[in-house]
């Protein structure tokens, strides 16, 4: 059920529908599966009405759906989504989705071009980055044509900091992504808007202390069951932090309706419960979305 400010946001989800799981590599399946332990319901697929339904479960007015880059193109390894697949689920029911536009840096100029597509063609309202799966930290000069692209459309970009699991044996991937190389791209890039997702365990102070640092620096807490964060991550988002923190759930690695019921028991103060549950998304991304978009 909806707060009386209206349903939360979801800044981070990945398109689940029985298509998109028809089209992702076995591992995808086995690491949700088997290491994150999703049911097998849901790895067979959610069509976006069933989705809908989950989110209105939830209390979730609104969900932002990755047009995921994770892995370089052709790699036998990575998974992608076009933007235009996204953009298409995005226009049956841009009520309650909005679309983010994956970051490739092997792509080059190619992929800022796209970039700007995303955003001003396909009405996306920012870009999403997995640095691991590039194995390139995070402040490499690969992504910085992207970073000045976003600053020039004023749109943020989020991205995984913290450790990666192990996606698929075949490939193990380097952990790159550590929160303080947040703090030189924040430098480099004083207008970028950056969103830090997946709290940056196990990370997170240093997570909290970029985002504290600087005025465009904000954590995203999906990928981890709020029952298991850090209480200084909980205590940041209930006070001193509660403007600079984002609602995510990284769906399907947490299912909305565990997140939104563990967060009532986090006991939030209602002011820093609405600033995190939406009102810090609102203002980011720019949005506006009625108050009565979940019931």
């Avoid at 983010?100 to 995303?118: F, H, K, S």
């Avoid at 992207?146 to 450790?163: N, R, S, T, W």
């Avoid at 990928?223 to 923190?245: E, L, M, N």
């Avoid at 967060?263 to 203002?283: G, Y």
Wanted: glycine content about 8%; proline content about 8%.
């Amino acid at each position: 059920m909806a707060e009386p400010w209206g349903g939360a946001i979801d800044v981070v989800v990945n398109p689940l529908t029985p298509e998109v799981v028809q089209r992702a590599p076995a591992w995808r399946r086995e690491f949700l599966g088997g290491k994150i332990g999703v049911e097998d319901d849901l790895l067979r697929g959610l069509s976006l009405d069933a989705f809908i339904e989950k989110m209105d479960r939830a209390g979730i007015a609104h969900a932002f759906l990755i047009a995921v880059k994770a892995g370089p193109a052709g790699h036998p390894l990575s998974f992608r989504l076009e933007p235009e697949f996204v953009a298409n689920l995005v226009r049956q029911r841009p009520d309650r989705f909005s679309g983010l536009i994956g970051i490739d840096p092997t792509e080059g100029m190619r992929g800022v071009r796209e970039l700007e597509y995303a955003i001003k063609e396909l009405g996306f309202v920012g870009a999403h980055l997995y640095p691991h799966w590039f194995e390139m930290a995070p402040d490499h000069a690969k992504y910085y044509p992207f970073y000045a692209k976003c600053c020039e459309l004023d749109v943020p970009i989020q991205m995984q900091v913290g450790h990666c699991l192990r996606y698929s044996a075949e490939r193990p991937l380097k952990s790159v992504g550590r929160p303080i190389t947040l703090d030189t791209i924040a430098c480099d890039f004083p207008e970028l808007k950056l969103v830090g997702i997946h709290i940056g365990w196990p990370w997170t102070e240093e997570m909290i202390a970029v985002a504290y640092k600087h005025p465009n620096v904000y954590i995203g807490s999906d990928a981890y069951a709020p029952k298991y964060w850090d209480p200084s991550f909980v205590r940041f988002i209930d006070s001193w932090g509660q403007d600079k923190v984002l609602f995510g759930t990284d769906f399907p690695v947490i299912d909305p309706e565990r997140a939104m019921r563990e967060i009532e028991q986090l006991a939030l103060r209602p002011s820093a419960k609405q600033k995190f549950l939406r009102d810090n998304a609102l203002r980011l991304y720019r949005l506006s979305i009625p108050s009565g978009s979940a019931t």
